[in-house]
């Protein structure tokens, strides 16, 4: 099953500004339209490491099972 995400990029002075709508912290800006889709997929990247990062933090020492589940991104 592939998740697909809504990129939203807006034209403005000097380029373009990119985020994700489902994906709070997930935006950037670039002077071109190719430059702005690889920055938000780095973006990405940085918002989905950063939030497993706090999760893994808050879920120390807490009884659960945790496991891997594969999403299809960008």
């Avoid at 002075?13 to 935006?27: F, K, M, Q, S, T």
Wanted: no cysteine.
């Amino acid at each position: 099953m592939e998740r697909k995400l809504t990129a939203v990029f807006e034209k403005v002075d000097g380029g373009y500004i990119a985020y994700v709508e489902e994906l709070p912290g997930a935006n950037t800006q670039g002077e071109t339209l190719d430059e702005a889709r690889a920055n938000l997929r780095e973006a990405i990247d940085l918002v989905l490491d950063a939030n497993k990062q706090l999760a893994e933090e808050e879920g120390a020492g807490k009884e659960a099972i945790r496991e891997e589940i594969g999403v299809l991104t960008l």
